[in-house]
């Protein structure tokens, strides 16, 4: 049985409003849950992992050692440590990583799957801010049925099965399916995907940011942490440039 270009282009067409409403459903789902009120409050750290994933909680670790006086940044714009520290469990983890020497992205990519943070994210989830890894893989795996659509697309465009004016229509298709497949990957956080309760969380650590500076680093956006590269001194400590002090206080 064969089909037009035309029907082809339609059939087309449905398939990508299904793959959206699925990706729609499965983001809907993962995001959803009920917020535990009568937990404790949230550590730094938590905040980090929700309102940035592990970089974050890595980044505040590492705020809190340059805090603290157990880190300082070299010349090269290495992390070094320093005797000083009297460190967290996590920030323990982080100067094994750091180790003689190492770089803020090099003791990130590091710090993945350290059981800490494994531990950390668990018990976010726990507390409905995080999507539970089954829902999160979920929405994971339905953003694949963009790429699949699209060889589909690919293979009638450039089989013979569309021709004629039912082309531009098929290319235009394409170019939508591209679209949406750039916006629906580039928002899937995967495993560290917030819910929607997480918002409100968000709100609040912002709100109370000023009062610490771990928790300034965990919930707003970068790390604040200076570097070499940045202009600041090769031996920087928090004491370094201004600000610093009065975030810690």
């Known amino acids: 049985m064969s089909i037009s270009g035309a029907e082809f282009v339609g059939y087309f067409g449905a398939a990508l409003a299904f793959a959206l409403l699925t990706v729609l459903l499965t983001r809907w789902w993962a995001r959803s849950g009920t917020l535990d009120e009568a937990q404790p409050e949230l550590t730094a750290y938590q905040v980090a992992l929700v309102t940035g994933g592990p970089d974050r909680v890595v980044d505040t670790a590492i705020a809190g050692l340059l805090n603290t006086g157990g880190l300082h940044f070299g010349r090269d714009g290495r992390l070094l440590p320093t005797d000083s520290a009297r460190p967290d469990e996590l920030q323990r983890a982080v100067l094994r990583v750091v180790g003689p020497g190492n770089t803020e992205p090099m003791v990130r990519l590091l710090m993945h799957g350290n059981p800490g943070l494994v531990e950390l994210q668990e018990s976010v989830i726990r507390r409905g801010l995080l999507a539970r890894p089954g829902r999160a893989a979920a929405h ?77 680093v965990a919930a707003l956006a970068g790390t604040g942490i200076p570097t070499a590269q940045m202009g600041y001194p090769s031996t920087c400590t928090p004491s370094s440039f201004p600000g610093w002090g009065k975030m810690a206080e």
Do not use: K, Y
């Open 140 to 216: 994971t795996w339905s953003i694949r049925l963009f790429p699949l659509l699209g060889l589909a697309g690919l293979m009638g465009l450039f089989g013979g099965v569309v021709s004629g004016r039912s082309t531009l229509l098929m290319m235009v298709e394409l170019g939508v399916l591209l679209l949406l497949w750039q916006v629906a990957h580039r928002m899937d956080l995967g495993a560290s995907q917030p819910t929607r309760a997480a918002g409100q969380v968000a709100g609040v650590a912002r709100e109370s940011s000023a009062s610490s500076v771990l928790v300034a």
